[in-house]
């Protein structure tokens, strides 16, 4: 079965770096569309952001220009890259794979068929 394993969470402080990966098996990334999500305690799942399989990359309004996708197939991996870490991006990340390669719904989780188990951020102020 496919299998998306994130990596990376931790700690940071405020206007620090992380940077976050999904390694997956039994897909390849390339396939689709590939999305990274968070949730934080008591709110929804909100899309960070997604690339596509010929890298067109697309980002929540939140996080634009702080935040770059990338993936290698050479390593089947995607990475979230963070800067400028707020507070408020404090929550569990997920990788969601989709077969969907067009995106167009890239930022909503109803498209994405397999989900990491998710890794923690915290950053601190």
């Known amino acids: 079965q496919v299998q998306l394993v994130e990596s990376g969470g931790g700690s940071a402080q405020s206007g620090g770096s992380l940077r976050l990966t999904c390694a997956a098996s039994r897909w390849s990334v390339r396939t689709g569309c590939m999305g990274w999500f968070r949730q934080a305690p008591g709110m929804e799942r909100e899309g960070v952001g997604y690339i596509s399989s010929n890298d067109n990359t697309n980002y929540a309004e939140s996080v634009r220009g702080r935040f770059t996708i990338s993936q290698d197939s050479a390593k089947n991996t995607v990475y979230l890259q963070m800067n400028s870490l707020k507070p408020d991006d404090a929550a569990t990340y997920y990788c969601?794979?989709?077969?969907?390669?067009?995106?167009?719904?890239?930022?909503?989780?109803?498209?994405?068929?397999?989900w990491g188990q998710g890794t923690q951020v915290t950053v601190s102020s």
């Open positions: 969601a794979a989709s077969y969907d390669d067009t995106c167009y719904w890239g930022l909503k989780p109803t498209v994405y068929a397999f």
